[in-house]
């Protein structure tokens, strides 16, 4: 079993709709938990930083941690074809030493 | 200010052969960090370089190993290719020291690695 699972969809949705990604872990260790947006052909980018436990809003983007249930989630909020791309959450344990463990990514097309 | 950079973009090797990926810091960081990222996978942590030491390594073997420089850019080789290791390798760089709290860490592009 792997240590962070990750639906990888793909999901499909039309523009304007809320999407909801999530993923869950084993490793109660983890304490800082990031959702990374990655397009084709290109590097992960970070689009939302939590620490521990609670909920983080970033324009469209809310970010959910419920570490009693170890489940992650990411909220985007009227969707747009440009928030198409794969969606990797990614986690690191305390004194974990800036190494993070991913998820498989979930792929969102947003269509027209 | 210059994100990271990694060369080249693309590269075919054959079983057995050994290969060379290269990778630029951003501007300031201390720190790099490897991973391999298979088709439809998330990335898997290789290793990770500060200052110019191994500071943790992954579940990988022996022949892939790394340096990392004085100017901070740093290098992933790869002995003995298998054909499982045709992948995406990501350098990621961040300011240390990596024992503190949560650094962010910036992703260059990727190499493609495909092993025929």
């Known amino acids: 079993q792997k240590e962070v699972e990750q639906d990888p969809g793909p999901l499909s949705v039309p523009e304007g709709a809320i999407v909801s990604l999530n993923c869950t872990y084993s490793n109660s260790a983890f304490q800082y938990f990031m959702w990374y947006r990655q397009y084709s052909r290109k590097g992960p980018e970070l689009l939302m930083y939590?620490?521990?436990?609670g909920n983080k809003e970033d324009g469209r983007f809310t970010a959910q941690v419920d570490k009693s249930s170890k489940y992650i989630s990411l909220f985007i909020r009227d969707s747009q074809p440009s928030d198409s791309a794969t969606y990797l959450c990614?986690?690191?344990?305390?004194?974990?030493?800036?190494?993070?463990?991913f998820g498989t990514g979930t792929q969102l097309k947003v269509e027209l | 200010e210059t994100g990271v950079t990694q060369s080249p973009t693309h590269l075919i090797k054959t079983r057995g052969q050994q290969v060379t990926l290269r990778c630029s810091s951003q501007?300031?960081?201390?720190?790099v960090s490897w991973y391999q990222q298979a088709l439809g996978q998330g990335p898997q942590f290789i290793f990770q370089y500060y200052r110019e030491e191994e500071n943790g390594r992954g579940n990988f073997p022996p022949r892939f190993s790394g340096l990392q420089f004085p100017n901070y850019s740093s290098e992933l080789n790869v002995n003995a290719l298998e054909l499982d290791d045709s992948a995406l390798y990501l350098c990621?760089?961040?300011?240390?020291?990596?024992?503190?709290?949560?650094?962010?860490?910036?992703f260059g592009p990727g190499t493609r690695l495909t092993v025929l």
């Open positions: 501007s300031g960081h201390n720190t």
């Open positions: 990614a986690m690191i344990p305390t004194g974990g030493g800036n190494k993070l463990t």
């Open positions: 990621a760089s961040s300011l240390g020291p990596p024992k503190s709290s949560y650094n962010e860490q910036f």
């Open positions: 939590t620490y521990s436990s």
